[in-house]
């Protein structure tokens, strides 16, 4: 009898077991093969600001992504053994995620050290690409398999940094607010650092918040701080930013000067007391405030004197308000014949060469009195500041109230080839690009000496006391016009002024005003003689509603 035939479903499962006993098992792998291990990329890619790295993001697409790494090579290293002792060559492959990305090959030398590395110099990596690398080595014979993908991100550029404050007056013992402010436009603002001081330290992390106020968060890139200045003077706050790549900004700041919590801010004022100061050379030609001790640090050394001089009685100087942000004067100063005007920032405290002087640029746009554009060298003004043979800082021609506790800007006064010029202020420690004649195109005001009282003529506009070199007689100037639109015709003609006084320039080498020093409200005269001795001659006249002096009272 013929065997019988098996169902369908039978004979499949017995087909499929005989080959399944039939097929080879699989190879085991050589245990000769080299094996890699540990990957990791350095500097490690992560978050800066979340303190979160990996030395290989294997999943570049969960959470935020891959992490970032910045303006730096990167350097993909593994861990890589020969179980026979045998020389291996490492090979790392590069690849550029992007859409159509390109890969490439980066093979080490043969070494039998048990670990290989290569780098990936900045300039291969875009800005803002997204890249991955893995690795495989070989005997010769033998080849590991490849290590995972390891993904990162690359930015390299870093963040901006600014921090401002309001033109609220700033006091000792009071909270000031400065905004902190900063940009990226690849991985995004981590955290950012201030200080009162210039020099960052280069190992400061986000995670400092944890134990230091400074290091903060910016919300939508910016934050408000609160500052409570300890000692009164010119103070700083300075910032830097960092982006989740660890990039970081170069250091921005903000200038302030800090009042004290009684002194109210004066022009004149070089010591933040709340009055105005005298500055004279003694007789070794060191600028001192009259009436400190001669013991003392002086205002001003002589060996800072401009022209090399070493002597502050052959420089022009004057000191009435700022050029920067302070409350207290600085100090401008000019070497007769020398080609340059050099200001000396006050530290706080009255002392003006505790550091360099800053170049002051001379104004390369005239205009006249009506605000029309002239011809500079038709009206005797020249391209540096070595014809000019009086300056005088005057205060502000738009007057001289305080708003807020805060002077206004001050301008400068310059005598140029007999003619009289006037500079506002322009950027920080700077003149504005143009100047002002304000006397005619002639040379009426040579042999004049400018003298800056402050408010002397009943208005809010500060007042000019010019004195004579040939005969001594002094003289008063005034502006008019409003605050949008000075008028400085009362300046064309020295001659036609009303005389106040006369001090003979034999018996009263140097003259000068301040203000008021006599507690009056009245601006008053001073003259010294060679040795720094300063005489007095108070102001007469009416202190209210603004100042107005006719006339001076006998010398105290």
Known sequence: MAPRALPAAALALALALGLAAAAPAAAAPDPATPKLSTPRTSPTPGFAGDNRYSDCDTDPNSGAGAGWVGLSDVTATVSAVSPSGARLQTTFQLWDTSYGGSRTDHPTSWSTVPEAGTTFARDLLKDGGQYAWRARTTDGNLTSPYTAWCHFRVDHAPPTAEVTTDASPKKVGEEATFTLKGTDTGSEIACARWQPTGTFSSGWRCSDEATDSHVVRLTDGAL?????????????????????????????????????????????????????????????????????????????????????????????????????????????????????????????????????????????????AARLVIDCKLHGFGSDWSKVTQIAAYGSPQGDSAVQGVLPRTSVLFVENGRLWLAERGSTNDLSDEAILISGNDGRWAGQELLTPGRATGTDFPTLWARSRQDGKIRAFSVTGTPDAPVYSAFADPAAAPVLATLAPAAHPRVGSDGDLTGDGLPDLWSADATGKVTVFPGRGAAAPYPTVTGFGPAV
């Open 224 to 368: 408000d701080i609160k500052v409570k200045p300890t000692t009164w003077g010119s103070q700083s706050v300075y910032l830097q930013t960092m982006d989740n790549a660890g990039n970081v900004s170069q250091p921005a700041k903000v200038d302030y000067y800090a009042q004290p919590d009684t002194a109210p801010a004066a022009f004149g004022d070089i010591d933040a007391d709340g009055r105005p100061d005298v500055l004279v050379p003694d007789a070794a030609g060191h600028l001192r405030k009259w009436g400190s001790n001669p013991q003392d640090t002086p205002s001003a050394h002589r060996q800072g004197a401009p022209g090399g001089g070493a002597n502050w009685a052959a420089a022009q100087y004057t000191h009435r308000g700022t050029l920067g942000y302070q409350q207290v004067d600085d100090l401008l100063a000019h070497a007769p014949g020398g080609p340059s005007l050099s200001l000396f920032r006050n530290d706080g405290g009255g002392l003006f060469t505790q550091r360099a002087s800053i170049s002051v640029a001379k104004p390369t746009v005239c205009r006249s």
